[in-house]
């Protein structure tokens, strides 16, 4: 009797382990982190996590009360850290981030500081965490709009800090004349307009707000010779990307000269970008035909 028992009750416990394993997981929760330090404003705390509760309500919201309490959650799914470069010392702060970002080496978690003094986070990320900078982003919060500050948010969950795009997606090679440090620096061009860039320096420097460079945009290739082989524009810096080493600026002073030549450039790689656009497009569809056929 006592052996059907013990066989009926190990038949049980193996059904169980059965279920388990072929049955549905059981979906792990995703979390938006909001480590805020005692001295942040409390009202944009309040206000950034009724944001989240309201607009992603499949997202749980935690709120680490300490580096201790933040570090026991580096293991869950982390959709958003927005931490506050206050939460604990800023060499703490940025010692966490980094420790997360090597922990989850093979994920993409989007980190959002928010500061009091840009210039000296973005300082002490470019020498420390630099490698992360394309998925990392900060606000300068205090005055600002909560439209921005949830915007921000926003961008961080839903396309993990990725900007978007309003110039013409490039990458020219080129030097330019950094005023403030009176050098030639050299570079490249990602995203061109006729009336700005963004910009990343290749030697390790850092922008600030309102520097000023000069820079030569090669263009003998694009347009006929009597145009002349560069576009000397001048620009100022409108924002300094968290590397400390990518910026946007905004051309000034331009000629109506310059702006004929820097439009007939970007009409020309336009039409050179849509031509190789329409070549892949004609190869898929050509393979495509062959599989059917």
């Not at 929760?29 to 989240?52: C, H, P, R, W």
């Not at 700005?196 to 460079?213: M, R, W």
């Not at 004929?260 to 070549?279: M, N, P």
Request: zero cysteines.
């Amino acid at each position: 009797m006592e052996n059907k028992i013990g066989e009926a009750t190990d038949d049980k416990k193996q059904s169980k382990i059965e279920d388990y394993l072929t049955g549905p997981r059981k979906k792990r929760k995703n979390y938006v982190i909001l480590a805020t330090g005692e001295n942040f404003d409390q009202e944009l705390g309040q206000a950034m996590e009724s944001y989240v509760r309201k607009n992603y309500p499949q997202l749980s919201v935690s709120k680490p009360g300490s580096p201790q309490d933040l570090t026991r959650q580096f293991g869950r799914n982390i959709s958003l850290l927005a931490i506050d470069d206050n939460f604990d010392d800023i060499h703490v702060v940025l010692g966490l981030v980094k420790a997360l970002k090597e922990k989850r080496r093979n994920e993409t978690i989007p980190v959002l500081f928010l500061t009091r003094n840009s210039s000296n986070l973005i300082s002490l990320y470019h020498n420390e965490l630099l490698q992360y900078h394309e998925t990392d982003e900060y606000i300068f919060y205090p005055g600002i709009t909560r439209t921005r500050v949830f915007s921000k948010i926003k961008n961080g969950i839903e396309e993990q800090n990725k900007h978007k795009n309003r110039r013409y997606s490039v990458f020219i090679p080129i030097t330019f004349y950094h005023l403030t440090l009176d050098q030639m620096v050299e570079g490249q061009i990602v995203d061109l307009s006729l009336h700005g860039a963004v910009l990343e320096a290749d030697k390790d420097i850092i922008f600030k707000d309102g520097d000023q460079v000069r820079i030569n945009i090669p263009v003998g290739d694009n347009l006929d010779q009597k145009l002349g082989d560069f576009v000397k524009v001048s620009g100022r810096v409108r924002r300094v990307f968290i590397s400390g080493s990518k910026i946007s600026l905004s051309f000034e002073h331009m000629t109506n000269n310059q702006m004929i030549s820097l439009g007939r450039y970007l009409t020309s790689l336009v039409g050179a970008q849509l031509q190789k656009q329409g070549q892949k497009l004609k190869h898929a569809m050509a393979n495509t035909n062959k599989q059917e056929s």
